[in-house]
């Protein structure tokens, strides 16, 4: 019941901050400033990683098409939230959706302007430029009508994620991820870039979709033969162009699938209304925060300090963190069940904690140590004797 009522008090809140949203809508048009985090989402669409907490919403609410129409917020509501991993050298996301229909689909090799391709469908648009350089981003070379769709098809990348959706609850982690390359509207494809993003689940619970994925980041000499020698590594201060958006179809039997609304995280002026796909020009702006920018002040902890003993152990497990005041602790079986813990323990200077599992049958469990500032985990044997 507690669990129900935080829902209800969540989603309210939810639908709440959307009503605002919707009345005062507001151009996202800062610098969105990303976190780097120290311990990793589980990336299973679930939002309930200690890592989000911390991590700020950012709205998806300015619509692109219609230009300037207001949604209701059953039929639209979308935002999301950034990070970084240095240790990963990965971008994580997190997008939660509201949309009254889910319209499913991978239609992949499909020319978006003949109408029923990707973008007509229920889909997370990722739109990337790792140096913030803008300019247009479809071709590698001059277009071969009257207008040029740009000189270098990777100087941005912008992301089309399409996904089937699983029943209420389940999440699915396949997907096709489309964008636009080659050399002219004569000589063009649709590469999918799932490889870009190596973690992804997408689930539907309590009438939201979560979209959660990390993205790996290449710069403009991308090729798709060797990817690896333009993966950029992320360094905290550097300044990217980056927008989210969410192509909304509510009509599942429509063919061809037209999308209804694009919605963007950013403000762009009417003339404008759709060039992301196109052009860098328009994309919001980033910026990843190190560890030491005091946004996100991580008590750095020396992991390798942590005492645990003995291991095996007999029952009783000592344990000491050095320089850590207040953690929690954690215990997981084999098969990934929590089968102790134990909350806010706070740790005196020079003391260790004695953590008693004699209750637990013998076998190999993991330690999980954890606080704002840090997590660890380390496998412990329980070696009882009968
Ligand atoms: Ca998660
Ligand atoms: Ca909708
Ligand atoms: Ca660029
Ligand atoms: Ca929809």
Not at 232 to 245: C, N, R
Not at 331 to 342: A, P
Request: aromatic letters at 12%; a negative charge.
């Amino acid at each position: 019941m507690k669990k129900l009522l935080i829902l209800l008090f969540y989603f309210t809140m939810a639908l709440l901050t959307a009503a605002h949203t919707f009345a005062t809508p507001l151009a996202q048009d800062d610098t969105v400033r990303v976190r780097e985090i120290a311990d990793l989402p589980v990336v299973d669409g679930k939002p309930d990683d200690r890592c989000w907490q911390d991590c700020t919403w950012q709205a998806i609410d300015q619509v692109w098409i219609e230009y300037g129409q207001t949604l209701d917020s059953t039929d639209f509501t979308g935002r999301y939230k950034i990070a970084w991993s240095s240790s990963t050298n990965l971008l994580y996301f997190l997008v939660e959706i509201v949309d009254d229909a889910f319209v499913d689909g991978y239609v992949y090799n499909s020319n978006p302007s003949q109408g029923g391709g990707y973008p007509d469908y229920d889909i997370v648009e990722v739109f990337i430029d790792h140096d913030k350089s803008g300019g247009l981003h479809v071709f590698d070379g001059i277009g071969n009508t009257a207008t040029n769709w740009g000189s270098n098809a990777e100087n941005a990348f912008s992301y089309h994620i399409a996904t089937d959706l699983m029943p209420d609850g389940q999440a699915t982690t396949e997907k096709v991820v489309c964008d636009i390359a080659g050399k002219n509207w004569g000589d063009y494809f649709i590469p999918d870039y799932s490889d870009h993003l190596p973690d992804f689940a997408m689930r539907q619970a309590e009438g939201k979709y979560i979209w959660e994925f990390s993205l790996q980041v290449y710069d403009h000499s991308y090729h798709a033969q060797n990817p690896s020698a333009s993966r950029v590594t992320l360094q905290p201060g550097d300044i990217m162009g980056l927008s989210l958006a969410y192509c909304d179809n509510d009509d599942p039997d429509e063919q061809p699938k037209k999308r209804d609304h694009f919605i963007g995280s950013v403000w762009v002026p009417e003339q404008a209304f759709n060039d992301h796909w196109k052009d860098a020009d328009g994309f919001g702006t980033i910026e990843l925060l190190g560890t030491s920018t005091g946004v996100n002040k991580y008590n750095e902890i020396d992991k390798a300090s942590i005492q645990v003993f003995p291991n095996p152990s007999y029952g009783t497990i000592h344990i000491r963190v050095p320089g850590a005041k207040e953690f929690d602790l954690a215990v997981y079986n084999l098969l990934g069940h929590k089968v102790y813990e134990k909350p806010s323990v706070k740790q005196e200077a020079s003391t260790h904690l004695a953590l008693t599992l004699s209750h637990l049958p013998n076998g190999l469990y993991f330690l999980n140590i954890r606080s704002d500032y840090f997590m660890v985990t380390r496998k412990i044997t329980l070696v009882k004797n009968k």
